[in-house]
C-alpha cells in the first residue's frame, strides 16, 4: 500500500521494488486513515512504508473491531527520527514497525533494519544497506565513538553524481567521495545507526546542543497531545531555547502540563521554555515538520 507521493524517493522506490518482485501495488491518490485501515483490510495489504505523522493519524482512527491486521506483517517508517513510544504503540496492536534511512542523494536506503532487530533494537534504523558505507562523524572527520553523535555519511555505488547545475552544493555535499547527509546520530559498536535529527534543526541553548526530536519524541508520549513540533526561539539568557507547537489531542491540555512531562523526563537545558497550541502542525508532501514557517510564525523572545 502506497500513499505517498511518486517524486519522493520513499515511495519511488518501494514501488520500483514491488513491481521488479511482483507483488501487487495498491496506490492512493492521497492519504486518508480511515481508508487506509480499509484497503488493509480488504486487500490483505502485507505491507506498506508511512512517514511517522501518517502512522500518528493510523492509530488514532484504529478500530479493533473493524480493522483486520492479520495479513500486515509489517510497516516501514522514515522520512524523519520515529518516536520511540510511537513504536510501541504500533507494536501493541500488531504492527512491526522497521525503520529505514535513505535520502534522495542515496537513490534509496542508506541503512535498514530485519524484523528480529526491529524488535530487539526499537528506535534504531538499522545498518548499512547492501553494496552501502555508512560511518558517524565528527565535523573533523573523525568517527565517532559508539553512542557518541555526528554527521551521517555515506558511499555506495549508487550515490547521486551531483546536483543538476550546482557544482559549489556538489562539492559541499560529496567530500573525498563520501556523501554528507546533514543528518545527525548515533552508531553503536555493532554497526547499528539511531537516527537523532537534522543539523539544521538542533538549536544550541546555553552551550549545550539540543535536538528537538528528542524533545518532540518526549511530548508525543504524553497522552493528550496529537502531534508536536520543537523549533528554537531567541532566548537573551541562553542564546536559544525550545519552543513545543502542539496539536492538542485533549482539548483539556495545558502548557504547564507539557512543561510538568518533559522536566519529569528532560534535562533542565532541554525542557521547552514556551508552548502554542495550533489546530495543524504545517508538513510537506512527504510528511516532514516545515519547522522554517514554525520559526517565522513564533519568532517571539523566550520567556526566562
Known sequence: LNSLPLFHVGALAPVIGAVYAGATVMMMKAFDPNLSWEIITDEKITTTLMVPAMLQFMLAVHDPEKHDLSCLRWAMSGAAPVPVNLIHACMEIGIEIRQVYGLTETCGP????TSQDAIERVGS????????????????????????????????????LGYWNRPEATAETIVDGWLHSGDVATMDAEG??????????MLISGGENVYPAEIENVILGHPKVADVGVVGIPSKKWGESPLAVIVRGDESLTEKEVLDHCERKLAPFKVA??????????????????????????SYNAPE
Open 273 to 298: 521554555k514556551a508552548v502554542e497550541f495550533v489546530e495543524e502542525i504545517p508538513r510537506n508532501p512527504s510528511g516532514k515538520i516545515l519547522k522554517r514557517e514554525l520559526r517565522e510564525r513564533f
Open 192 to 201: 547499528f545507526v539511531t537516527i537523532v535529527d537534522r543539523v539544521k534543526d
Open 125 to 160: 534504523t538499522g545498518r548499512a544497506f547492501y553494496f552501502t558505507d555508512v560511518r558517524v562523524v565528527r565535523p573533523d572527520g573523525s568517527d565517532t565513538d559508539p553512542g557518541e553523535s555526528g554527521e551521517v555519511i555515506i558511499r555506495g555505488p549508487h550515490i547521486m
Open 110 to 113: 542508506a541503512c535498514l533494519i
